[in-house]
Nanobody, 119 residues
């Protein structure tokens, strides 16, 4: 059993910053990629950012490009999301996800952390 746990969410004013963290625990697995998704009230879950584990390649949704940065430490299945210049429309529950090697898609998900950006 693999567990992804997010932390770092909270309430911030527009223009502010937050850093989300996600750590995997439980059964060891090899990551093909780890990433972040979000779901705003009344909307579908959407992709935010991802990092390919083999080479560190990153990819961002256009709406966060230039404001958000995904990163990882040197070892372990941990991923961060630095969010700067936050906007009220960034308000959402942010989910960490992992795509294990050999899986067809994102197969591990966290329970989410709420980010609220006030205007």
């Amino acid at each position: 059993q693999v567990s992804l746990v997010e932390s770092g969410g909270g309430l911030v004013q527009a223009g502010g910053s937050l850093r989300l963290s996600c750590s995997a625990s439980g059964r060891t697995f090899s990551s093909h990629a780890m990433g972040w998704f979000r779901q705003a009230p009344g909307k579908e879950r959407e992709f935010v950012a991802r990092m390919r584990w083999s080479n560190g390649e990153t990819y961002y949704a256009d709406v966060v490009k230039g404001r958000f940065t995904i990163s990882r430490p040197r070892a372990g299945n941990t991923v961060y999301l630095q969010m700067n210049s936050l906007k009220p429309e960034d308000t959402a529950v942010y989910y960490c996800a992992a795509h294990a090697v050999g899986a067809q898609t994102w197969n591990y998900w966290g329970k989410g952390t709420l980010v609220t950006v006030s205007s």
